[in-house]
């Protein structure tokens, strides 16, 4: 039967000498004819994998049978590896697999490897290499290890982040991350002891290590076991002692949120404490709560969910950070040379303060959500320096940040900085404050960079009481109180802000302050720009100040700011408003478009007015009224709907080397015991008279040039033509006024000289004064029914009782009120 099988009856070898020769047996005729079916057989079966060929065994040397090439036993050969093919054996299999199988196949056999021999297989030929790219293949591989629903990419130390993979740059995301967190260890109950029981299950992965507990992995670290690299998966580790000592990286592996999946929870002793040596150690993506059985235990003021001491500087990175002790807090950053990176945290619902940090401590906290805590969202003291950028704090029960004794960093203000304080604040949004926004006091200092302040109660940033910040390109708007409020000494510099849309003043300065303003837009407010009351100073230089329902800038009481090189424009009740006793220096400012006066001066008020635009104001350039004075010099008045400079009402300022022209009323009018002291002026080219002075006015005159107005009111006078349309409906034109003794009228309805000639003519009339018609002509109705019954003429009034005046009434030269029949038959 054996030799049927085989055709070579197999027997035990013997030694020979190297020159002997062996006779092969003979074989019967069964057996020739099955040795050449089998072989016939091998050349056609594609699966030629370690058959032995008839075609390799050699003959002995000097054999000479008919059956030498098919029974003569083979010649010692060195001893092969199994895996040696000889290449005539398996290419056509090689080329069958290659070519041949369809790739579902392929991708069914290879979904069944790990990653090592997936990186083997790759190596193949092109086709391999691709298939064994697959997303989908390594996607698989990737979840069963790391959890995450998305590849979590680690390009650098410190530096983890999801990626989409339809949005990521290269055609595998799921590799391009295995490959970078592949040193990692893994933290799992229970699955060490599983991982260990199915060896073969897992073959190719005897360096991933795994733990029970963080301790256990942690110490991993101590013994040279691993680099650092620990993925803590889903689950709660209570009560665990992680005091982290060395540059370790600690991040939650779970699928979708991650930090929500992993929680670290100590209820006796701070969570996770950093000491001395952590250096730049990670920790991220997970909750880290403190949870003490007694919440309100004294010797809990020591313990939070993260303690960083003295020389370390981890990060904590996409964390949820929370306390419930009432006497600590979430996180406590402590001691010279502490510099934590706290980023994209959510530090929220804390019993007590959120993040403390103090005794010289540093550090980064930014892109962090911090909310809803009972005391101080941040709180920073005796010489702390954080640097906050891009924090979103809000809904706080108490203070937003609180900065206090020398620290250098919603009930109440967002941010309190006070004792010394000098944090730097940037880049937060502080809003919907019970109270004010920034809140800087008692000699606090401070770096206030674009943050994004709006909606609190208060004022969005309050200066006081010595204090001296830097607040700068910050936007501070839609407050339900002003913008800025510096007061009680208060000091600082504030520029390149945007402030607008406040219910009160953009910017209030009072009682002895001295800010500096620059280079800011303050716009849209409910009610002045920029307010200085109650001896506030400073200097308000380079801003763009519009658009206000009252004025754009306001001094009173003694106040005595330094106003250069502003521009003021669309305030609704003015450009500039000096008031009250107030002083200050204006110069070089432009001053254009405001529906009132340019610039009002009244009530005792002194400025000094040099080198300023003021033009195409919708009323006068400058009002000078009720005791007002000032020294105007070197101005340039042009443009505006009014009298260029109106003094009135015992005022008595000093214009010297203005330009005023182009106006569309007259240049300057002084009237009502106003008087004044002109010294080289150029008054020319406006619509009315150069200089129009009222009854009585005697100013004192040195050296002006007044020439080329158009005097459009005297020629209309002496046209007869009414002086209603001459001054455009909007200006009110200096001339004589009359009064009818015929119709009884008093001083208060005087009457112009075109309404004397022809409503009045024939009747007894006197000249009251020269000046301008809104300060003496208020006509009644009763005047009105007198002069239409004495004129006896077919009055509308008159005939139909009253019943026309909404339809007819008429007004003719200022004077009087005319009905349609007055208007056609008497002018």
Partial sequence: MSSTRTGVKRTRRRPRPKSATVSAPVAGPSSSRTSATSSTVEASHPYRLRRKSRAGLQPASGAQSDHDSDVGLPVRQPKRSR??????????????????????????????LKEKDLCRAAQVCKRWNTLTNDPTIWKNLYTAVFEYTQPMMHPEHGKFYFVKPEEYNCPNPWKDSFRQLYKGVHVKPGYAEHYHNNADRYKGREHMLYYDTIEDAMGGVNECHHEGLIFVHSGIYQDEWIYVESPVTIIGAAPGKVAEHVVIENTRDSSIVFMEGCEDAFVGFMTIRFSPEDSSATHHHAHHAVEINTNCRPIISNSIIRSSSTVGSAVCVTGSGAQPTIRNCNISDCENVGLYVTDHAQGFVEDCEISGNALAGIWVKNYANPIMRRNHIHHGRDVGVFTFEKGMLNQFAGIWVTSHSDPTIRGNSIFNGRQGGVYIFGDGRGLIEENDIYGNQLAGIQIRTNSNPIVRRNRIHDGQHGGIYVHEKGQGIIEENEVHSNTLAGVWVTTGSTPVLRKNRIHSGKQVGVYFYDNGHGTLEENDIYNHMYSGVQIRTGSNPLIKKNKIWGGQNGGILVYNSGLGILEENEIFDNAMAGIWIKTDSNPTLRRNKIHDGRDGGICIFNGGRGVLEENDIFRNAQAGILISTNSHPTLRKNRIFDGFAAGVEITNNASATLEHNQIFNNKFAGLCLATGVKPVMKDNHIFDNKDAIAKAVARGQCLYKISSYTSYPM??????????????????????RKCHRGHQVEFIRHDRWADVLLCSFQSLLLLVFLCACRCYLYVEQYQSIQRDIFCCAFTVNCCKWCMIHRL
């Fill in 83 to 112: 895996l040696s093919i000889p290449e005539q054996d398996h290419g056509p299999l090689i080329s069958w697999l290659q070519e041949e199988v369809p790739d579902e196949v392929l991708l069914k056999i290879m979904s069944y």
């Fill in 735 to 756: 001339h004589d006024f009359y009064r009818c003794s015929t119709c009884n009228t008093t001083e208060r309805n005087a009457i112009c000289v075109n309404c004397i």
